[in-house]
T-cell receptor, first 116, second 111 residues
Framework: SAVISQKPSRDICQRGTSLTIQCQVDSQVTMMFWYRQQPGQSLTLIATANQGSEATYESGFVIDKFPISRPNLTFSTLTVSNMSPEDSSIYLC?????????????FGQGTRLTVV | GENVEQHPSTLSVQEGDSAVIKCTYSDSASNYFPWYKQELGKRPQLIIDIRSNVGEKKDQRIAVTLNKTAKHFSLHITETQPEDSAVYFCARGGGGNKLTFGTGTQLKVEL
């Protein structure tokens, strides 16, 4: 399995500021995924972070708003820039890891962001 | 598109009854179908998954069925217990565990 440490676990931020969320994995992984879960909603993929190349963003998400770093195979950051109340969500990172003979997605504990 | 439709959005059952949640997808390249349980304030936890080469999988009180021809899959929980109350998400993956999630089902198991 993969153990992911995500921080901060929660934060309350002023609009117009930026917050950087960190994810540390206990093993090397090729891809890391960043999801957003708006209040009462499902998870939506923001982007896929690959080491050594730019992140791949899903439709509706742009690099200027959600810059991502992936400096090595165990770490990634997601920044939520120029925040507005609409950015209030839970942000989760995820990696693919092994459980027995199969792979599955493992999630960090999430960052609950409130923008005021 | 690549969306996953999930029904019902809310489900209330009596303790001991069965609960069934259904999902449909459109992307034929999908080959991995996990189900997650998310309790309030916690991260999603995988409860069962199925891959495209299998039609059914069971783990104690939980089972998942997959119909690739019709592009739908279902979660079945038998003998429901109050601790089964949570939000359940289906998802589909096409490789690399990049997942597209369903819209979620709020399951409430009543005493």
């Amino acid at each position: 399995s993969a153990v992911i440490s995500q921080k901060p676990s929660r934060d309350i931020c002023q609009r117009g500021t930026s917050l950087t969320i960190q994810c540390q994995v206990d093993s090397q992984v090729t891809m890391m995924f960043w999801y957003r879960q708006q209040p009462g909603q499902s998870l939506t993929l923001i982007a896929t972070a690959n080491q050594g190349s730019e992140a791949t963003y899903e439709s509706g998400f742009v690099i200027d708003k959600f810059p991502i770093s992936r400096p090595n195979l165990t770490f990634s950051t997601l920044t939520v820039s120029n925040m507005s109340p609409e950015d209030s969500s839970i942000y989760l990172c995820s990696v693919e890891g092994w459980r027995g003979l199969n792979t599955e997605a493992f999630f960090g504990q999430g960052t609950r962001l409130t923008v005021v | 598109g690549e969306n996953v439709e999930q029904h019902p959005s809310t489900l209330s059952v009596q303790e001991g009854d069965s609960a069934v949640i259904k999902c449909t997808y459109s992307d034929s390249a999908s080959n991995y179908f996990p189900w997650y349980k998310q309790e309030l304030g916690k991260r999603p936890q995988l409860i069962i998954d199925i891959r495209s080469n299998v039609g059914e999988k069971k783990d104690q009180r939980i089972a998942v069925t997959l119909n690739k021809t019709a592009k739908h899959f279902s979660l079945h929980i038998t003998e429901t217990q109050p601790e089964d109350s949570a939000v359940y998400f289906c998802a589909r993956g096409g490789g690399g565990n990049k997942l597209t999630f369903g819209t979620g089902t709020q399951l409430k198991v009543e005493l």
